[in-house]
């Protein structure tokens, strides 16, 4: 266990799994997705010089990594039904983990968390996401939580200290403030969800003073 200054704003391990879901029917549907379509959105790889291998499609999201209400996307009406074991397994975890972090003037009318960004991204075959830890307001406030669809056992995954391979529909939460990266040493490409969850309220004291989400 690690002291939380300077870590996630949430958990002060290197990753943790909180469970897992069935993603054969979700591997088979991003399976048939075209290259046109992956080949379509090269923003979050101009941006981010880190994710230079990978491919992102929208789910929920905005450029400008706002922290309240999320644009839907399309594609996010697509694949909902597929998605909603995980968004149920994710919201029920912090129902039942977070209680005790919520500052005491929102107890009162507590509001219900919410998913600020779902991405989907897919990682060429011998590409590299190189280390780097996250930053900006929002994305120090929120649970980065992966869900791993399409994958092979050379795909290794670093946060901190912790090596693993992410195996296919484990529900993993990485700590972002962490130096993390992903090395596909496969000859097929990977494929994970990730998804951006807020509590409001939620709070952990930072180097800086208070941090609330």
């Not at 039942?96 to 991405?119: C, H, S, V, W």
């Amino acid at each position: 266990t690690r002291n939380a200054h300077g870590n996630s704003m949430y958990i002060e391990t290197d990753i943790v799994r909180l469970g897992e879901v069935n993603v054969s029917a979700l591997a088979e549907r991003i399976s048939a997705i075209p290259d046109e379509a992956w080949n379509q959105n090269t923003s979050r790889q101009k941006i981010f010089p880190a994710h230079a291998d990978t491919q992102t499609l929208w789910m929920v999201y905005d450029p400008d990594f706002r922290h309240m209400n999320p644009t839907r996307r399309d594609l996010m009406d697509e694949y909902e039904p597929l998605l909603a074991p995980t968004l149920e397994l994710i919201v029920g975890h912090y129902a039942n983990t977070l209680a005790d972090k919520i500052i005491p003037e929102m107890r009162q009318q507590p509001r219900p968390g919410y998913f600020i960004r779902i991405i989907m991204t897919r990682l060429r075959a011998g590409g590299n996401i190189i280390i780097h830890r996250d930053g900006g307001m929002s994305l120090k406030r929120c649970h980065r939580v992966h869900l791993p669809v399409i994958t092979n056992e050379q795909c290794m995954f670093t946060s901190g200290n912790t090596t693993l391979h992410m195996r296919a529909g484990e529900v993993f939460e990485i700590n972002n403030r962490q130096d993390h990266g992903v090395q596909n040493a496969g000859e097929a490409a990977r494929v994970h969800i990730i998804l951006d969850y807020v509590q409001p309220g939620e709070y952990i004291e930072d180097p800086k003073g208070p941090v609330v989400a």
